[in-house]
């Protein structure tokens, strides 16, 4: 792999300022080809230890730091990212599958928190209470909490970590990454730069592993660690919290989804469609926001299905590196499977297809974009998160329905309503349990607002002004005087 900044592609794990072989190595692949990327090292529970232990050693001097002077190490590093970010994306596209323009939205997208943290720990403020009594004074402060672990996923490898990170690390906490064994070196080409710009050693700590049920007891367990947060399956966030329980650590969890796209019958059909496919297709639907299930109003239902299977056959299927490619592979073939056997299941119960239900020929991971109607509410396509190229329509007649429907679900994190009627977007986003409703619009999210979900979707935020407090106590002080 060639990049113009050969130091960006490192194969070690990244533990105290320093890069370190592990027990063995891990082999990370192209999903568009099956090509081999590089062998990275493969860390083990040991390593994990290592980075808590460098971590916990680094945090007084960090957390002692002014805001101002971790803000310019913190511009520093969002700068020297803007300043590679063709080799970052081009990295990303190679190990993750999404085509480069997607890439380059998401090295800048990760960037931006990084930039915004930077300034925002300038306003960490606490606040004087009016007493309640003469002779005493009442004030809070907000302190850091500690070491962070984190373990991100691989669907977005770059921006997941500086989500998590940048918050963290300008709060004053030092800060353990386990990324995705299937994307590390988007991590890593991360810590390389964070170490130009001058991030103190064991200030951010990488450990790539395919041991992840191992790494993970360390991350979660280890009584050094204060807080931990995880981006992932709901299934696997559960398993998570259970073993942050012992030491009764502060956790955020950004997990599972079952969106709902709801098409009124007073919507822009084509602002719909086009809401529609960014949402559901971007990254070939391996986003934890992607719709899941489309509710159309009966009255416009053919039409819309008509626009957006037209939209979704004009996708351009393809390695991320090559021009005109507008949708990639999916990481590994066992989602590939699922995905098909989703499609067969449904199909077997009355589904329809419209469009795709088959593998592609550009390689073992490419699933065609699939478009499926007459689905009802109790299919496992319906019920369950689909993470793939997979659209599914289901009709519905009414207002008060439609938002039963959508709201029958344990997930709670995304959802979408089109709509041109101020009166009933502003009903059915209120009405809708989920802890993100975009209205006429398929992308919203931003450094500037908390991203997360509520019931079995999550716990906590990340992004704004709410995923900075996430990474600070707040101290009640009390003076008599």
């Not at 692949?29 to 680094?58: S, W």
């Not at 396509?381 to 207002?399: N, S, T």
Request: glycine share 8%.
């Amino acid at each position: 792999m060639e990049l113009n900044n050969n130091q960006l592609l490192k194969a070690q794990n990244y533990i105290d300022g320093q890069w370190r072989d592990g027990a063995g190595k891990l082999a990370v692949t192209d999903p568009a080809t099956g090509a081999l990327l590089a062998d990275i090292a493969d860390g083990t529970a040991a390593d994990a230890e290592q980075a808590v232990a460098a971590a916990h050693a680094a945090f007084p001097a960090w957390s002692g730091k002014t805001a101002a002077e971790r803000a310019a190490i913190l511009k520093r590093w969002y700068q020297l990212i803007a300043n590679n970010r063709e080799d970052l994306a081009r990295l990303l596209t190679m190990e993750q599958g999404k085509p480069l323009a997607e890439a380059l939205g998401e090295i800048d997208y990760g960037a931006s928190y990084i930039e915004w943290y930077a300034e925002e720990c300038r306003r960490a403020y606490g606040q004087t209470i009016p007493t309640h009594n003469p002779n005493m004074r009442l004030h809070t402060i907000r302190q850091p909490v500690g070491v962070v672990t984190c373990i991100t996923p691989w669907n977005f490898p770059n921006a997941m970590i500086t989500r998590k990170a940048a918050p963290a690390l300008a709060a004053g906490c030092t800060v353990v990454i386990k990324p995705a064994a299937e994307t590390p070196l988007s991590a890593l080409a991360l810590c390389a730069l964070a170490q130009e710009a001058g991030l103190p050693a064991g200030t951010l700590n990488v450990v790539v592993s395919s041991d992840s049920a191992a790494v993970g007891k360390v991350l979660t367990q280890d009584p050094r660690v204060a807080k931990f947060t995880f981006t992932g399956s709901t299934q696997v966030g559960k398993l998570l919290m259970s073993q942050c329980a012992g030491t009764v650590k502060k956790m955020s969890m950004e997990l599972g989804g079952n969106a709902p796209f709801i098409v009124f019958d007073d919507a822009d059909i084509d602002v719909a469609v086009t809401a529609c496919m960014a949402t559901k297709m971007r990254n070939a639907g391996q986003t934890c926001v992607s719709t899941n299930r489309i509710y159309v109003h009966e009255s416009v239902h053919d039409v819309f299905v008509e626009k957006l299977r037209a939209q979704m056959a004009a996708l351009v299927p393809g390695h991320g590196l090559e021009q005109g490619t507008t949708f990639g592979p999916l990481i590994f073939r066992r989602a590939v499977d699922r995905v098909h056997g989703l499609v067969e299941e449904a199909v077997a119960n009355g589904a329809r297809l419209l469009l795709g239900g088959d593998f592609l020929p550009n390689g073992e991971n490419y699933y065609a974009p699939t478009l499926l109607v007459d689905v009802h509410d109790d299919m496992r396509i319906a019920r369950e998160e689909i993470f793939g190229p997979l659209a599914v329509v289901l009709k519905f007649r009414d207002e008060a329905d439609v938002i039963r429907r959508a709201n029958d679900t344990a997930y709670g994190l995304a959802a979408y309503v089109m709509s041109e009627n101020i009166h009933r977007a502003n009903r059915v986003v209120e009405a809708l349990e989920y802890g993100m409703v975009a209205c006429n619009a398929g992308v919203f999210s931003t450094t500037v607002a908390p991203f997360g979900g509520i019931k079995e979707s999550g716990i906590g935020r990340e992004g704004g002004v709410e995923g900075m407090a996430e990474f600070y106590e707040t101290k009640y002080c009390c003076y008599g005087v």
